[in-house]
């Protein structure tokens, strides 16, 4: 585009590279871009892996403010060969920058979101548990969610398919590395994680104690270490 329209009075530039230090403009253009997204990448994950419109109206202006430096620095000391200027710099941003911003901004908002990635907030009630290999990993709905086993060096999830129907998946993972996952379970044994929501009731005394859960004939040790703590977080609940 620099070379066809040639802006910034690129027309007058005369040098023995003028298309390859043309190219350049492009070339910085991409590179911020590509420096911007990471960043955002980093943004999302570090911010619970949303993204909303106010992100993107911010994001698409640091660009175009961040590379209407490079742009006006290249131009100036690259192309034109001369000192740096403040009230030149301004002047740019201010007769350049700022007049290109709300022509330019409505339809890179919308290619962005048409052609790239639309991400939606995860929903809260879907919990995700991955395994020590990032290729095992079980989403469910937190409420199916009825316990999780350590066994040796792997832990198996115990859950609901359906209302009555009981399955497990098992992978390389540790107790504590899940319960990192998965803050909301209570730790009601050495070996086991379990969903107080899903809890119907504790047999015996604290020397003996079960846990049984809704609608299904599963039943987990409740340790004495554990009990008088799930005892009255289940009666609050």
């Known amino acids: 585009m620099i070379i066809f329209l040639e802006p910034f009075n690129t027309n007058e530039y005369k040098s023995s590279f003028r298309t390859l230090l043309l190219i350049g403009f492009g070339f910085l253009l991409s ?6 997204s990471v960043f955002e990448n980093i943004w ?3 911010f619970n892996k949303v993204w909303k419109v106010y992100h993107e109206i911010v994001s698409i202006l640091v660009f175009f403010v961040v590379s209407g430096s490079v742009i006006f620095l290249y131009n100036t000391k690259v192309i034109n060969g001369l000192d740096y200027s403040i009230e030149a710099h301004w002047w740019y ?3 350049i920058v700022f007049v290109f911003i709300p022509i330019l901004t409505p339809p890179l908002f ?11 907030p995860i929903d ?3 919990v995700i548990v991955t395994g020590e290999n990032k290729k095992d990993f079980l989403k469910l709905e937190k409420k199916k969610l009825l316990y999780i086993k350590a066994v040796q060096n792997y832990i198996e999830i115990c859950f609901l398919e359906n209302d009555t129907k009981v399955s497990t998946k098992m992978f390389r993972q540790t107790l504590s590395n899940a319960h990192k996952q998965l803050p909301y379970l209570e730790k009601c044994h050495r070996s086991y994680l ?7 009731k504790i047999k015996g005394n604290s020397q003996n104690a079960k846990v049984s ?3 299904v004939e599963q039943m987990i040790p409740l340790s004495k270490t554990y009990y008088n703590k799930i005892k009255s977080k289940l009666f609050i609940e």
Not at 31 to 36: E, N
Not at 110 to 120: A, D, M, P, Q, S
Not at 194 to 200: P, Q
């Open 31 to 36: 590179l911020v871009y590509v420096i911007q």
């Open 44 to 46: 999302y994950r570090r």
């Open 93 to 95: 941003y201010k007769n």
């Open 110 to 120: 919308y290619l962005r979101n048409k052609l790239g990635e639309r991400i939606l």
């Open 124 to 126: 809260k009630s879907i």
């Open 194 to 200: 379990l969903n107080i929501g899903n809890i119907k």
């Open 213 to 215: 859960f809704n609608n």
